[in-house]
């Protein structure tokens, strides 16, 4: 099988939700894919696909950060939602920023110390 039809194979397994969907979706018996999913080569081409699978879905949920960002302010202001709905949101906004901010150390702490293993 191609390089190319491992790729598929391998998406198809990450995205139907049987082993027997992905070889009926491939067009392979469903031998063919548990003797494939036990090959190092074949590991690294599904460990590959789904980290690209996961990127993109980081990528997406991104850029809905700052719309969605915006609907909870818009909970958390709104005077005519319930006390919980606002609290809830404001919370969830709280709880984002707090997490952004130590994120952000904590990647500035690991730059100092990557910078200083290589002045080492």
Known sequence: MAKLNHEKLALHI?????IRDAAEKSGVSESTIYRLRKDPGFQEIL????????????????????EMLEVLR?????ITATDSSRVSAARSILELGMTMYENENILEKLKELERRLEDD
């Open 14 to 18: 990450l995205t139907t939700s049987s």
């Open 47 to 66: 460990t590959k696909i789904k980290d690209e699978m996961f990127q993109d879905t980081i990528q997406k949920s991104q850029g809905y950060c700052l």
């Open 74 to 78: 818009g909970i958390a202001l709104n």
